[in-house]
């Protein structure tokens, strides 16, 4: 923990103070992996950095609402987490699937309507598609239930992989109308409108939020980053947080970004910061 950061946009600096000004009218919303935890060549070793939750256990209680949006299982991301039972955070919410699962921590209930009908044919056909196309050694699947990410990070060569599998998968959403969404090292096949945007965009009304801080650090956290933006255009301020990985920036939400910080050690010092300013 050490001195506040300054954001470089005008908007940026406007969305800081507004949150330092008015904490219980504002709303922090993060994503998960390579935010709140390290990236790991195994997705079920994620966990996150050890500031984590006790910079948001600190700074929590002060806001109006904290939120972590993910497209993991919101069950696995609580379980993952440590959400569950962790002081200061009795009213954290959890939006997994990218918001088609909800958790929140008040209730420890956890909602989850069926997936797309969609999904159980990929996931039929996905198998053989990769062996037809002879998937390079290293390409694995997660099955995340609303949706299927083939990763390409443990592949020899995974930019390579990623380029090789992206039209055929892209063509497999679309035949059982699915969307292909792109990120780092991974393809993911999940429902039109199904994003962190418009998550965001429904919780925040809920919540009557004020200013917002979100965080992230991947192609699927742009959606996000546009809905802060929509409400700055409409006078509501915001501060946008990229987590970058010196080896492997994101450059298109770094470019947009008010404020970076290096991964999830430097998300968590940010949220102490800002808790200890408050």
């Given amino acids: 923990m050490g001195t506040l950061p300054v954001p470089v946009t005008a908007a940026g600096r406007t969305g800081l103070d507004a949150l330092l000004a008015h904490p219980s009218h504002s709303v922090v919303a993060l994503d998960f992996d390579g935010t709140l935890a390290p990236i790991v060549a195994d997705p079920t070793e994620s966990r996150p950095h050890p500031a984590v939750l006790p910079a948001l256990a600190r700074l929590a209680p002060q806001l109006r609402a904290v939120a972590v949006i993910t497209g993991r299982p919101a069950e696995t991301a609580v379980a993952y987490g440590g959400f569950e039972g962790a002081a200061g955070l009795e009213h954290l919410t959890v939006l997994g699937a990218y918001g088609a699962e909800r958790w929140d921590a008040a209730t420890a209930r956890l909602s989850s309507p069926p997936p797309h009908p969609g999904i159980d044919r990929v996931r ?52 059982h109308e699915l969307h292909l969404e792109p990120g780092r090292f991974v393809l993911e096949i999940r429902p039109a409108g199904m994003d962190k945007g418009t998550a965001l965009t429904a919780f925040l009304a809920e919540c009557g939020a004020g200013p917002v801080l979100y965080a992230g650090d991947d192609l699927g956290d742009i959606p996000a980053f546009e809905a802060v933006e929509r409400r700055r255009a409409a006078g509501e301020p915001g501060l946008l947080v990229c987590s970058t990985d010196p080896g492997e920036e994101v450059t298109e939400l770094s470019r947009r970004a008010d404020l970076t910080v290096v991964g999830p050690d430097g998300v968590a010092d940010l949220l102490a910061d800002i808790a200890a300013r408050i």
Avoid: F, M, S
């Avoid at 198998?127 to 997660?142: F, K, S, V, Y």
């Fill in 124 to 175: 039929a056909e996905l198998p053989d598609l990769l062996r037809r196309l002879e998937a390079p050694q290293g390409t694995w699947t997660e099955d995340k239930g609303y949706a299927l990410a083939v990763h390409t990070r443990r592949a020899a060569d995974p930019a390579r992989a990623y380029r090789w599998l992206r039209e055929p998968l892209a063509d497999l959403a679309a035949r």
